[in-house]
């Protein structure tokens, strides 16, 4: 009985080291909890703003009206909430041209009528999310047109005391960046929202190989990703402690509040969905969904970028690209885009593939140099 106190003890003291020392780094951003009205339930939602412009560059965008680059959207993996991976994040912000970043998060909807449900309505709310922080600090996204025939209601839950609506209106366009499930997610956004998206990058991205038959693809998916998860523990013996532990509380309690989330959303919902209760697992089920021109065109972006990690044993550049070798196909790159994204390729868009050093959780552990290749490959870097 002891040992089991003693366990649980340390647990909970790991899960308050890990938020203390993430929460540490975050305190230059500003979190918005936002609540949603959507197709007939209540939803939670999350903001997440790094702005690193300087003094003089927010007066000069003040008075021309537009900021130095596009924002950057960036759309977390699965079980993620916007104050992870915040090394990453940052650094997105401090090097990108316009020195901003946003990081939006929703629980995936299951309310009245289907067609609204899982990542189709999901991606909508980001969309709403998005403008309606952005426009509490003076910034709107330009020609964003509706793709939801449904009304959505976005409340800040508590606003500051010091904070009302910017009268300062700053047009804006956005460059997307996804990691793993949100690689999937930032495809399915930059094609509902072509006029407002200028690039698009994937890191250690779903959405590049099939899984199997719907029925038991989500499966295949999560005991591959357990396997991953097992062997991003297995850093921790080789001195890599702060990133996989912040990745482990993460999901944890990423799926945890999700669940409880879901428990509480199904019994205030109007429509009772009794597949809310398994979100955590339906949303690895979406995750497992291969996107290419037949189903996802993206054929309107000017750069588009894809990073693998080279020893992710979840999302693999070589599941990819079957039949070619990646280390010595020179030609790698080309067959990717022309497997993956023909249209844009057709269109004239600047595609980039590398294949990186890392694991999964590559955007966390090689920060400095996925970074590099985002904002390089998508042409914001300051």
């Known amino acids: 009985m002891i040992e089991i106190i003693c366990i649980i003890v340390s647990l909970v003291a790991l899960f308050f080291w890990v938020e203390f020392i993430n929460g540490s780094r975050d305190s230059s951003g500003e979190h918005s909890k936002l609540d949603i009205t959507f197709n007939g339930e209540k939803i939670q939602g999350l903001g997440f703003f790094i702005d690193r412009r300087t003094d003089e560059q927010k007066t000069r965008n003040a008075k021309e009206g537009c900021l130095d680059g596009d924002i950057i959207l960036y759309l977390h993996g699965h079980g993620q909430q916007p104050k992870y991976g915040f090394n990453f994040t940052s650094l997105l912000a401090e090097r990108s041209r316009s020195g901003i970043v946003f990081i939006p998060h929703v629980y995936t909807p299951f309310g009245a009528k289907q067609k609204w449900r899982g990542d189709k309505g999901k991606l909508v709310l980001l969309m709403e999310v998005t403008r309606f922080c952005l426009e509490k600090r003076g910034l709107h996204i330009a020609n964003v047109k509706s793709v939801c025939d449904l009304p959505i209601k976005v409340e800040e839950r508590k606003a500051p005391l010091n904070r009302g609506r910017n ?216």
């Open 167 to 382: 009268d300062i209106s700053i047009a804006c366009e956005i460059t997307l960046v996804g990691w793993s499930h949100g690689g999937l997610l930032a495809r399915r956004f930059a094609n509902a929202y072509p006029d407002s998206v200028n690039n698009l990058a994937q890191v250690t991205p779903a959405g590049f190989e099939s899984w199997g038959p719907k029925s038991w693809a989500g499966l295949n998916l999560l005991a591959n990703f357990m396997v991953e998860v097992g062997l991003i523990s297995l850093m921790v013996f080789k001195g890599h402690i702060k990133h996989p532990l912040i990745a482990g509380v993460a999901i944890i309690r990423g799926t945890i509040s999700d669940s409880l989330y879901a428990f509480v959303s199904l019994v205030k919902s109007q429509s009772f969905s009794p597949v809310k209760l398994a979100r955590a697992y339906v949303d690895i089920q979406q995750c497992s969904t291969l996107m290419n021109d037949k189903n996802m065109p993206v054929t309107e972006l000017s750069n588009i970028v894809v990073l693998f990690g080279e020893k992710d044993s979840v999302f693999e550049a070589k599941n990819a690209l079957k039949g070619i070798d990646i280390k010595t196909e020179s030609n790698s790159s080309r067959f990717l885009f022309e497997k993956f994204f023909p249209s844009a390729v057709a269109n004239g868009t600047r595609c980039s593939f590398k294949v990186l050093p890392g694991n999964h959780i590559a955007p966390l552990t090689h920060a400095e140099r996925y970074v590099e290749e985002v904002l390089l490959g998508t042409a914001q870097r300051a």
